[in-house]
Antibody, heavy 123, light 108 residues
Framework: EEQLVETGGGLIHPGGSLRLSCAVS????????LTWVRQAPGKGLEWVSL???????HYTDSVKGRFTVSRDISKNTVFLQMNSLRAEDSAVYFC?????????????????WGQGTLVTVSP | SYVLTQPPSVSVAPGQTARITCGGH??????VHWYHQRPGQAPVLVVY???DRPSGIPDRFSGSNSGDTATLTLSRVEAGDEADYYC???????????FGGGTKLTVL
């Protein structure tokens, strides 16, 4: 059974740093790509970051230069290092496993999700 | 950046058909995926690659995609279908993954 478990959330002051972890079981982070998606209280889903199996990384514009996604293959875990945190980064952060779609145009979607970890940025 | 537009809410009586739209420029040229999310829970994939269903998702869920609109159709709606529904695409021009704003489905 494929499972993802996020940890590391909490209350942090503006300007502070936090590292989220996504521990994976049932599949390998070496052979799959994973993403981070966040959801502010009462709001919709917002894609944040993604790391491909080959190690390539991608970020939404609002977190570029502040967030870094990485992985530890030996621990089968993906991380999201978040620096210079702002109030607008407050959200539940989900990690999810990606799948390459099969439409005529390239596409990707997310078939397994963790339960999320809450990050609150507040003075 | 690429924008996906969904109606904030859709209401339907039990047993009827609900249609949730997802608008985007030439979205028909992209693969569209749909998730539902119940309060306090993680999103769940319900349709991928425009029209395919993951195992365990009933055939009451179907999808279509053409022109500037993708549509998720829920037939014979049940009370348990109440949730927020999100569409999602990958935008190749910006290398960004994009979600629609979400649609709250209410079963009357």
């Amino acid at each position: 059974e494929e499972q993802l478990v996020e940890t590391g959330g909490g209350l942090i002051h503006p300007g502070g740093s936090l590292r989220l972890s996504c521990a994976v079981s049932g599949f390998s982070v070496r052979r799959n790509f994973l993403t981070w998606v966040r959801q502010a209280p009462g709001k919709g889903l917002e894609w944040v970051s993604l790391i491909f199996a080959g190690g390539d990384t991608h970020y939404t514009d609002s977190v570029k230069g502040r967030f870094t996604v990485s992985r530890d293959i030996s621990k089968n875990t993906v991380f999201l290092q978040m620096n210079s945190l702002r109030a607008e980064d407050s959200a539940v952060y989900f990690c999810a496993k990606g799948i390459v779609g099969a439409t005529s145009e390239p596409t990707y979607y997310f078939d397994q999700w963790g339960q999320g970890t809450l990050v609150t940025v507040s003075p | 950046s690429y924008v996906l537009t969904q109606p904030p809410s859709v209401s339907v009586a039990p047993g009827q058909t609900a249609r949730i739209t997802c608008g985007g420029h030439n979205i028909g040229s992209k693969g569209v995926h749909w998730y539902h999310q119940r309060p306090g829970q993680a999103p769940v994939l319900v349709v991928y690659d425009d029209e395919d269903r993951p195992s365990g998702i009933p055939d009451r869920f179907s999808g279509s995609n053409s022109g500037d609109t993708a549509t998720l159709t829920l037939s014979r709606v049940e009370a348990g279908d109440e949730a927020d529904y999100y569409c999602q695409v990958w935008d190749s021009s910006s290398d960004q993954w994009v979600f629609g704003g979400g649609t709250k489905l209410t079963v009357l």
